[in-house]
Nanobody, 123 residues
Framework: QVQLVESGGGLVQAGGSLRLSCAAS????????MCWFRQAPGKEHEFIAT????????DYSDAVKGRFTISRDNAKNTVYLQMSSLKPEDTAIYSC????????????????WGQGTQVTVSS
C-alpha cells in the first residue's frame, strides 16, 4: 500500500533552519505531484508548498515564499522541504501529501497523506 513517511522535524530557535523529508513507497513516484501542508493546534490544514512530478513547477504560500524551498529526488522517491528563517508561527505538524495530476493547493485534492512530523520554533 501507499506509504508516506515524514522525518526531520524537531525543536529549533527562531531564525534557524530545518530540512524535512518525506519518503514515499507503494506508488509510482514520478506520476505524483507532492505537497507539504501544516496544521497548528485547532486549525485546518494550511497549504505550504507543492511540486510537480519532475520538479519543474513549484508553488508556495505567501507565508513561506522566500524562506522555504520544496524539492524532490525521484531516484530516492523522496520530497524535501528546506525551511529557513523559521518563525514561532511556523510551529505546526508538517505533513506531506500526494496526488496524481497537476499541482493543487487544496488538501481535499490529495489522495495520500503521511502521519506528519512536529516542528516547533521557539522565540
Amino acid at each position: 500500500q501507499v506509504q508516506l513517511v515524514e522525518s526531520g522535524g524537531g525543536l529549533v530557535q527562531a531564525g534557524g533552519s530545518l530540512r524535512l523529508s518525506c519518503a514515499a513507497s507503494g506508488l509510482t513516484f514520478t506520476t505524483y505531484t507532492m505537497c507539504w501542508f501544516r496544521q497548528a493546534p485547532g486549525k485546518e490544514h494550511e497549504f505550504i508548498a507543492t511540486i510537480n512530478w519532475d520538479g519543474g513547477t513549484t508553488d508556495y504560500s505567501d507565508a513561506v515564499k522566500g524562506r522555504f524551498t520544496i524539492s524532490r529526488d525521484n531516484a530516492k522517491n523522496t520530497v524535501y522541504l528546506q525551511m529557513s528563517s523559521l518563525k514561532p508561527e511556523d510551529t505546526a505538524i508538517y505533513s506531506c501529501a500526494a496526488r496524481r495530476g497537476i499541482i493543487r493547493r487544496t488538501s481535499r485534492e490529495y489522495s495520500y497523506w503521511g502521519q506528519g512530523t512536529q516542528v516547533t520554533v521557539s522565540s
